[in-house]
């Protein structure tokens, strides 16, 4: 890493608030519609008492910024070129590939969120390609890029925490379930929300790229300690806003999504999918209230009722009491950003979904412009092409990611089809990546030629050991549950 005389002397005379950076731009590319939408559902399943896992995916976050913020200070090489040098350059491809890939194939997500976010009071459904542009003029135009994007992402993170903590003051939370929440009492299965809220927020690919971040700031070795306040902070601003968001959701929906069930599949014309709510009518109070309540939500696209049909469940069993063919429910939750937003306004009128959508935007655009980079940038330094702000093939393939977004996104706009294959073989090449980044982390940041003195501690090996484990774990489930069922309906639905 080179640094003048000049530029370290200013670095070291800044306080340490000013020397914050990576670590906030690692929590703006965590923050993005997917954690959003999985935090607030969670929420609204399950209440305040998952809150718990929520601590324990920052824990393992932040330890694998830690270990990504202390490789780049360490050497003077790129994280690509080290790994060319000791594995070979076909393993740092093998990196670079799949990192790029996940970035391509999930920014459709951070495409959609900016539409939905603005889509709910603009109507114009290609205002993406404008921001794309924007991105795109964003890279091209700043001589010192770093510093340009450090600044937009204070400006992004402030605006989450101010939308989204208005909103959950808003709801007034009960401080009492939520701080029992953070006791692990509560037991959980593999529920595939509840992984998604780990793996949103426990996310490899960001935290090897703070080796790149930090390289881009400036940091020396003498500044490490400095780094790590800045990892802290990164991590203490993912834990707040996700947490905010699950109580939020968990204020406003929980006692109503534990008692209702969506109709998904239906042969009877009087039951409409997607369109029927059933609530538990155990309670007469409570069934009542959420009755109310149902009844009051709005369809944001066409400006009518949500539910067609709210129908108490002891009607429904004893309709269906005898009948083999009844339609098929699944616990309430939700199935868009902007359906939360609007189901905010019966409680908070307009100032509610308008907060949240600003929010949004927030989230969406800085995982937008992260996102996309962390796949551009590894790719580059991977094909041993470039890794600074001001080389040309990180700038190129950070734009080759953009652009596979929106253009996902816009097929998603005009036919309403979810893009399945994609999802599918992102989440099969994430089964591997993940902890294949992890892996590489822990064993780079354990060699003593490159980590010199700051090579890893037991505790943090400890730690990370079991976050790698963790990975592994998940990475199994998701690939024996999702992603190896749906390869399966393929081949079984191929004509012969």
């Known amino acids: 890493m080179s640094h003048d005389a000049t530029t370290t002397s200013a670095t070291s005379n800044r306080r340490w608030y000013q020397r914050l950076g990576p670590g906030l731009i690692t929590a703006c590319v965590v923050i993005g519609p997917g954690s959003i939408m999985t935090s607030s ?100 135009s700043f001589k010192n890029l770093y510093r340009a994007l450090e600044k937009l992402m204070m400006l992004l993170v402030g605006v989450m925490l101010v939308a989204f903590a208005c909103n959950l003051a808003i709801s007034g939370p009960r401080f009492g379930e939520w701080l029992a929440g953070f006791v692990p009492s509560r037991a959980i299965g593999l529920d595939i929300s509840v992984l998604g809220l780990v793996g949103t927020t426990f996310v490899t690919t960001a935290a090897f790229y703070q080796a790149y971040l930090v390289r881009q700031k400036g940091w020396s070795r003498d500044e490490l300690s400095v780094g790590m306040i800045d990892v802290r902070v990164g991590a203490f601003i993912m834990a707040a806003i996700t947490l905010v968001l699950m109580a939020t959701s968990a204020t406003i929906f929980y006692p109503d999504f534990r008692i209702e069930q969506v109709v998904m599949e239906s042969s009877d ?43 108490p469940v002891s009607k429904f069993e004893k309709k269906y009491s005898q009948d083999d063919d009844r339609p098929k429910t699944k616990p309430r939750g939700f199935n868009g950003l902007t359906e939360i937003g609007t189901a905010l306004r019966p409680l908070f009128g307009a100032i509610g979904p308008t907060l949240f959508f600003l929010g949004v935007f927030a989230a969406a655009y800085s995982s937008f412009l992260v996102n996309s980079m962390i796949g551009g940038f590894i790719l580059a330094d991977a094909l041993g092409v470039g890794e600074k702000t001001e080389d040309k093939w990180p700038k190129i393939f950070t734009i080759t990611v953009l652009l596979t977004g929106m253009g996902v996104a816009l097929f998603v706009i005009e036919t309403g089809v979810r893009p399945v294959p994609a999802i599918v073989a992102a989440q099969a090449v994430t089964v591997i990546a993940s902890p294949l980044m992890a892996g590489t982390l822990l064993w780079l940041t354990n060699r003593k030629d490159i980590m010199g003195e700051n090579r890893n501690g037991l505790m943090i090996n400890i730690l990370a050991g079991v976050g790698f484990l963790m990975l592994l774990a998940m990475g199994w489930y998701v690939a024996s549950a999702k992603v190896w069922p749906a390869i399966q309906g393929w081949l079984n639905s191929a004509p012969a």
């Not at 790129?78 to 890939?101: E, N």
């Not at 997607?274 to 009542?288: G, H, K």
Request: charge should be negative; glycine fraction near 10%.
């Open 41 to 140: 559902n969670v929420g609204g399943r399950y209440g305040y008492g998952l809150s718990w896992v929520v601590v324990v995916a920052v824990v393992f976050m932040l330890v694998y910024m830690s270990l990504g913020a202390r490789l780049g200070v360490s050497t003077l090489q790129s994280p690509g070129t080290l790994i060319a040098g000791k594995v070979g350059r076909w393993f740092a491809i093998l990196i670079g590939v799949s990192v790029f890939f996940i970035s391509a194939a999930f920014q459709f997500g951070n495409n959609l969120g900016v539409h939905y976010a603005l889509a709910t009071y603009i109507d114009f459904k290609y205002l993406i390609v404008i921001f794309n542009v924007l991105a795109i003029a964003f890279l091209l």
């Open 269 to 311: 014309p009087e039951l409409p999918a997607d369109r029927t709510l059933i609530i538990d009518d155990s309670d007469p109070a409570s069934f009542e209230e959420a009755r109310n309540r149902a009844q009051e939500e709005i369809d944001w696209e066409t400006g009518e009722p949500r539910w067609a049909v709210v129908l």
